[in-house]
Antibody
Framework: EVQLVESGGGLVQPGGSLRLSCAAS????????LSWVRQAPGKGLEWVANIKEDGSEKYYVDSVKGRFTISRDNAKNSLFLQMNSLRAEDTALYYC??????????????WGPGTTVTVSS | DIQMTQSPSTLSAFVGDRVTITCRAS??????LAWYQQKPGKAPKLLIYKASSLESGVPSRFSGSGSGTEFTLTISSLQPDDFATYYCQQYNSYSRTFGQGTKVEIK
C-alpha cells in the first residue's frame, strides 16, 4: 500500500524549533518530488516547501524562507522539515504529500494524515 | 507570485444540483492546475489534474475546464458524498499555490 505517515509534531514555544518527519512506503521514494503542505485551524491549505527527487532543488513559500529547511533521505524513504524560529502563525496541521509528474506537475496524489504543530507560550 | 482566487467561498446546494466552482489566477499560466476535495478531519484528495484530466477512481460527475486565468470545477449532479471543501492549486517552477477553498454545503 502506498503510504505517507508524518511524525514529530507537538507544542513548542515561540522562537523554538521542531523537526517533522514523513515516512514513505509502498512506492519508489527516490522517484518523486515531495511537498509539505500545512493547514491552520479552520483555514485553507498552504503549500510550504518541496524538494526534487534527488534533493538538488528545494523551494519554499516566502513566509518560511530562512526559517524552515526541507530535506530527504532516499536511503531511508524519509522526508523532513526542520522548522526554526517558530511563530504563532506556524500553528497548523502539517501534511507531507507526493507530487505526481507527467511531462509537468500533475498534482499531489498521495497524502499523509498530518502531524499537528502548535506554537504557543 | 501567482495568486489563486476561488468563488464562491461557500455554496449551498441540493442533492442532484449541478455545481460550478471557479478559480481565477492573478496572471495567466499554463494549464497545470489541479483540484482537490477535502472532507473534515481528512487529508485532501486529488480529483482533477492538468485542468481537465480526471484522476483515476474519481466519479465522472466531476469535470474540470479552463485555461489562462480562469478555471472551473463542475459537479454534474451533486451527491451526498460530495459535500466537502474544494481547492484549486496552480503549479509553476517555484511554487504550488492553493486557492482559499470553496465549501459545498447541503441546502
Amino acid at each position: 500500500e502506498v503510504q505517507l505517515v508524518e511524525s514529530g509534531g507537538g507544542l513548542v514555544q515561540p522562537g523554538g524549533s521542531l523537526r517533522l518527519s514523513c515516512a514513505a512506503s509502498g512506492f519508489t521514494f527516490s522517484s518523486y518530488w515531495l511537498s509539505w503542505v500545512r493547514q491552520a485551524p479552520g483555514k485553507g491549505l498552504e503549500w510550504v516547501a518541496n524538494i526534487k527527487e534527488d534533493g538538488s532543488e528545494k523551494y519554499y513559500v516566502d513566509s518560511v524562507k530562512g526559517r524552515f529547511t526541507i530535506s530527504r533521505d532516499n536511503a531511508k524513504n524519509s522526508l523532513f522539515l526542520q522548522m526554526n524560529s517558530l511563530r504563532a502563525e506556524d500553528t497548523a496541521l502539517y501534511y507531507c504529500a507526493r507530487e505526481r509528474w507527467g511531462n509537468h506537475f500533475y498534482g499531489m496524489d498521495v497524502w499523509g494524515p498530518g502531524t499537528t504543530v502548535t506554537v504557543s507560550s | 507570485d501567482i495568486q489563486m482566487t476561488q468563488s464562491p467561498s461557500t455554496l449551498s446546494a441540493f442533492v442532484g444540483d449541478r455545481v460550478t466552482i471557479t478559480c481565477r489566477a492573478s496572471q495567466s499560466f499554463s494549464s497545470w492546475l489541479a483540484w482537490y476535495q477535502q472532507k473534515p478531519g481528512k487529508a485532501p484528495k486529488l480529483l482533477i489534474y492538468k485542468a481537465s484530466s480526471l484522476e483515476s477512481g474519481v466519479p465522472s460527475r466531476f469535470s474540470g475546464s479552463g485555461s489562462g486565468t480562469e478555471f472551473t470545477l463542475t459537479i454534474s449532479s451533486l451527491q451526498p458524498d460530495d459535500f466537502a471543501t474544494y481547492y484549486c492549486q496552480q503549479y509553476n517552477s517555484y511554487s504550488r499555490t492553493f486557492g482559499q477553498g470553496t465549501k459545498v454545503e447541503i441546502k
